[in-house]
């Protein structure tokens, strides 16, 4: 779902400088295959796959963004009215959530490069997912997002 209107939170989870470098390092890995064969065409491999690999990236990583009273994590979104309260989430507690602390029918919208999130529970008595756990870079804009949106 998207909105034409300015969002009171919006971040694309993109990987960090270690996902991009592994998209190149797939690209020269693919690119030295050929190599000994044809040079050229080992580097238009080597071009095309880390190419296809950053592309990839880009397009799979979701969007976490609150606007129009609408949380949209991923596919999902869910009207603000529905939320009840938020949490910021540190790594550690972020590792112990998506552990131990994990309700098998909570929603969950991860990327590993962003270690922190946001727990944040659904008020509506009629939906089994009791939660949803969102992974995003900065936990307490998206907290303060939410309850901006919340008390208005």
């Not at 592994?22 to 020269?28: S, W």
């Not at 030295?32 to 296809?52: D, E, K, R, Y």
């Not at 959530?97 to 919208?109: I, N, T, W």
């Not at 270690?115 to 998206?142: E, K, M």
Request: hydrophobic share 50%.
């Amino acid at each position: 779902m998207t909105s034409r209107a300015t969002p009171e939170f919006h971040e694309r989870l993109l990987p960090g400088p270690g996902g991009w470098l592994g998209a190149a390092g797939l690209g020269v890995i693919a690119g030295i295959v050929p190599w000994p064969f044809n040079p050229p065409l080992g580097i238009a491999t080597g071009i095309l796959i880390c190419a296809i690999g950053m592309i990839a990236l880009a397009t799979t990583s979701p969007v976490v963004q609150v606007s129009a009273g609408v949380l949209q994590a991923g596919r999902a979104s869910v009207p603000l009215s529905q939320l009840g309260e938020a949490a910021p989430l540190d790594a550690t507690a972020m590792r112990w959530e998506l552990g131990p602390g994990l309700d098998a029918r909570a929603y969950v919208c991860l990327r590993a490069w962003a270690r922190t999130g946001v727990r944040i529970a659904l008020a509506d008595p009629r939906d089994p997912t009791p939660y949803w756990l969102v992974s995003t870079r900065d936990p307490h804009a998206l907290v303060a997002a939410l309850s901006k949106k919340a008390a208005s």
